[in-house]
């Protein structure tokens, strides 16, 4: 079982930044992509960036590219989502993702989920 827990979600005004970290208790962290998602209320659940597991490919939805920024250290079992230019439209319930391989099919596993409002 692999737990991913999140921080750094709060409230920002437009045009700041925030930067939400994801740690992860597996102990195969370098094997797993590592993404984001994100849902607003009332709205479906979207990916928003992904990484993959030496970091090599990493993909953005059209609506953050040249905003937000995915990184990861395998050596710290953690990735992170720099979120900068932060606009109302970005707020949603940011939740850490990671795709986990195993014998036979992949595995998803989800953090709890944080919070960023982009406010005045």
């Known amino acids: 079982q692999v737990q991913l827990v999140e921080s750094g979600g709060g409230l920002v005004q437009p045009g700041g930044s925030l930067r939400l970290s994801c740690t992860t208790s597996?102990?195969?962290?370098?094997?797993?992509?590592m993404g984001w998602y994100r849902q607003a209320p009332g709205k479906q659940r979207e990916s928003v960036a992904h990484?993959?597991?030496?970091?090599?490919?990493?993909d953005y939805t059209d609506s953050v590219k040249g905003r937000f920024t995915i990184s990861r250290d395998n050596a710290k079992n953690t990735a992170w989502l720099q979120m900068d230019s932060l606009k109302p439209e970005d707020t949603a319930v940011y939740y850490c993702?990671?795709?986990?391989?195993?014998?036979?099919?992949?595995?998803?596993?989800w953090g709890q989920g944080t919070q960023v409002t982009v406010s005045s």
């Open positions: 597996g102990s195969d962290f370098s094997y797993y992509t």
């Open positions: 993702h990671a795709i986990v391989p195993t014998w036979g099919a992949n595995q998803d596993y």
């Open positions: 990484i993959s597991s030496r970091g090599t490919t990493i």
